[in-house]
Structure formats: C-alpha cells, structure tokens
C-alpha cells in the first residue's frame, strides 16, 4: 500500500467537478483532503492525500491530468528558511503531527514533510517567518 501527497491545481471550468469521487469508486483509492481552495468558475486547488496500490494511484493520477487537472507533488509546498531559524522551538511546540522536532543531540530543527498535515500552526508560530507555505 502506497501513500503520495499531491497539490492538484483546478482550472475554473474543472472545479465543481467530482473527482476524488472517481478516485474512490473507479480507481479504488482512499483520498484524504488534508487542504482545498475550490469555487465555481475559479481556479482552485487542493491538498490531497492518496493511498491505496501504487499502479492504481498512477492510474489515479492520469486520470486527473486527463480531467485537467495540474498535479504535482505537494511536498514543495513547504519551506524550512534555515538561515532565519534560530532554532527556537515555538513551531515545534504548536506541531500536533510532530513534522517538527528539535534533534536532542544536535539541537537542530528537524522537519518531516510527511508527517505534515498542511495546518500552518508553525508558520503563526514562528516569530522569524522561518518556515512557509506556498498554497
């Protein structure tokens, strides 16, 4: 069993289409929206988490490049600005998932893209606007 993260950008006319819909009953995947920005007759975008088996979340995945949509990994979405952290902790404090820890040996923030659930806590937290996202 596979799990991907993608950004899908909608164009207006695809937006109140259902696609995660047909990601479930054509394709047997188990989508899990983790973000969206969707209006009718706007370009959209969302943050989807995917699992099910890997051939069938390229087939997934094709399928929404079919539909028009734009997708690519959501990963990039997200930035650690390593020159302006000064290794604070705040974000970590207010991180639920734990995508960000303080490594007890090196005192260095760690930052686990995976574990992120998109939620922005850190990037309130964060008195240096050392970490972002892009969505």
């Known amino acids: 069993m596979a799990r991907v993260r993608l950004d899908l950008t909608f164009p207006p006319r695809q937006a109140t ?6 990601l479930v009953k054509d394709f047997d995947l188990t989508p899990n929206i983790l973000r969206a920005q969707i209006q009718p007759g706007q370009q959209g975008r969302m943050l989807l988490e995917v699992s099910g088996p890997r051939e069938a979340i390229d087939e997934g995945i094709a399928f929404l490049e079919d539909e028009g949509l734009t997708v690519s990994p959501a990963a990039s979405d997200i930035e650690l600005d390593e020159e302006r ?9 207010v991180c639920r998932p734990g995508a ?8 260095a923030l760690v930052f686990d893209k995976d574990a992120c659930v998109y939620c922005e806590a850190c990037v309130v937290a964060c008195p240096r606007r050392a970490v972002t996202l892009r969505f």
């Open 100 to 107: 960000l820890a303080l490594d007890a040996e090196s005192a």
């Open 17 to 22: 289409k259902p696609v995660t819909y047909h």
């Open 85 to 93: 952290c000064v290794v604070c902790g705040l974000c970590t404090a």
